[in-house]
């Protein structure tokens, strides 16, 4: 299957990235356009077909994902349009914000495999948590798309109703996440260690939070009890965040962040 990521920047850059890290995806089948050069070198050296040609990126490939800024969109659709063959190819936006009537107006075509799909920056360590909304898809088109997501992570096929929601809890949350990351570690800085290993305690402390929840399914509300001993240091921890609005600012974060 050959797939043509249109874009090398920061969410197309990790996308080809994620791709090439796949051991069952040939490098040779992954085609990255983009205009500048310069951004094409490094998939280049990692086996990826480049090209500053959509046009010759899209003629061949089984799937197109457009991954360019929202405001380029339209200019890069209405140019592949006429290569586009939709008895045969797959065509991911994965610009947000953008919608399914706008992109087939500027397809010019009547109906054409189309998905929204939203993933993270993770996906180039293949961690993303990618939503992906069919929008005219057969049920065995959907299956190829859900399975080039699957091997970059954890994806969800949902509506488009929900992709909002999606974009801000996961796309725009791994932002949030990092910040937090950031905090904690200047926290630590405080707390007397030097900044790189307070960094390191605090994504091994997040990656133990996250085994231990996927591990049982609990609530996390569960796994706090528990190191919540009565009159103990951690509550004393969780409350003062809390008098500080902790849970309601990254809800009011999350809400604010919706289109």
Do not use: H
């Given at each position: 299957m050959k797939?043509?990521?249109?874009?090398?920047?920061?969410?197309?850059?990790a996308f080809a990235e994620g791709l090439l890290k796949c051991d069952s995806i040939t490098p040779g089948d992954i085609i990255v356009s983009n205009p500048h050069e310069d951004k094409l070198e490094r998939f280049a050296r990692l086996g990826a077909s480049v090209t500053t040609d959509n046009v010759a990126a899209v003629e061949?490939?089984?799937?197109?994902?457009?991954?360019?800024?929202?405001?380029?969109?339209?200019?890069?659709?209405?140019?592949?349009?006429?290569?586009?063959?939709?008895?045969?190819?797959?065509?991911?936006?994965?610009a947000a914000a953008v919608k399914a009537d706008?992109?087939?107006?500027?397809?010019?075509?009547?109906?054409?495999?189309l998905f929204q799909v939203i993933p993270n920056i993770a996906i180039a360590e293949r961690a993303s948590m990618?939503?992906?909304?069919?929008?005219?898809?057969?049920?065995?088109?959907t299956?190829?798309?859900?399975?080039?997501?699957?091997?970059l992570g954890e994806s969800l096929v949902t509506d488009e109703d929900h992709l909002s929601a999606g974009t801000t809890l996961a796309s725009c949350g791994i932002a949030?996440?990092?910040?937090?990351?950031?905090?904690a570690s200047e926290g630590g800085v405080e707390l007397?260690?030097?900044?790189?290993?307070s960094k390191d305690i605090v994504l091994q402390t997040l990656k133990g939070?996250?085994?231990l929840l996927q591990a049982n399914g609990n609530h996390p509300e569960a796994e706090i009890d528990k190191v919540t001993t009565p009159g103990g240091l951690t509550i004393r921890g969780l409350n003062e965040m809390e008098h500080a609005g902790f849970t309601s600012a990254v809800i009011r974060g999350l809400k604010a962040a919706m289109p």
């Open positions: 797939i043509a990521v249109i874009g090398a920047g920061s969410m197309g850059g061949g490939a089984d799937v197109v994902a457009i991954v360019v800024k929202p405001w380029l969109v339209e200019q890069v659709v209405k140019e592949i349009s006429p290569v586009f063959n939709p008895d045969s190819q797959i065509l991911l936006n994965m706008c992109l087939a107006e500027w397809m010019g075509k009547s109906s054409f495999p990618t939503f992906i909304v069919p929008v005219v898809a057969s049920e065995g088109q299956k190829v798309v859900k399975a080039i997501f699957d091997k949030y996440a990092m910040r937090y990351v950031r905090a007397g260690f030097k900044a790189d290993l939070a996250v085994a």
